[in-house]
């Protein structure tokens, strides 16, 4: 079963309109799925409305600045990524926004390639998925755990069990490395499961 990756969505709130024109290109030359808003105070309706995996968010804004309208999308969404963004740096916003657990603090004008690193920086950093292949790395990973758990075994009993190195038992599990046919099955082997069990549904 092939897996249905919808793409990433990502909500820009900036009131300059080039800049949100410019990073909406961007972004969706990247795969993203990328909505604009330039009144702040709109934010979390729009939040509430779509599913979002990530929010970028200008400090300096008029009607309501971005650190007001991040502690207001933290009393709705603990979790969502929220990337600040700002053309006037300082270390009370710096402060402020990290404090409400924003992901990164990005100053205007940016390097685009900086710019791309800290978004894979967050995606990976979330355990969000960009392609099919990471998403089955993901869901492999989490199955492997689950087994692991439900059987009350540590990563060193599967190291033992399959002679895999705790490091890399450690690295599949969090999706952090592809696992070769030959270690999943001696995953599967010590887990007293099926290879196919280790996909899950896929």
Do not use: W
């Amino acid at each position: 079963m092939a897996i249905d990756l919808k793409p990433l969505k990502i909500l820009i709130v900036d009131d300059d309109r080039a800049i949100c024109d410019y990073m909406q290109t961007l972004l969706e030359r990247d795969g993203f799925q990328v909505t604009t808003l330039s009144d702040p105070t709109a934010a979390v309706a729009e939040l509430k409305k779509g599913e979002y995996h990530l929010v970028i968010l200008d400090v300096m804004m008029p009607k309501r600045d971005g650190i007001e309208v991040l502690r207001e999308i933290r009393k709705v969404d603990k979790d969502i990524a929220v990337v600040i963004f700002t053309g006037y740096p300082n270390l009370d916003t710096a402060v402020a926004s990290m404090k409400l657990d924003a992901v990164d603090y990005i100053k205007k004008p940016f390097n685009v390639d900086e710019f791309r690193a800290v978004i894979q920086r967050v995606v990976s950093k979330k355990g969000l998925a960009l392609t099919p292949e990471e998403e089955l790395h993901r869901v492999i990973g989490e199955n492997i755990r689950a087994l692991r758990k439900g059987l009350n075994l540590t990563l060193k009993d599967m190291a033992r069990r399959t002679q895999l190195s705790v490091s890399l038992l450690s690295q599949i599990e969090r999706a952090e490395t592809s696992a070769s046919i030959s270690s999943l099955y001696k995953i599967s082997v010590g887990l007293q499961a099926r290879v196919r069990d280790l996909f899950g549904p896929y």
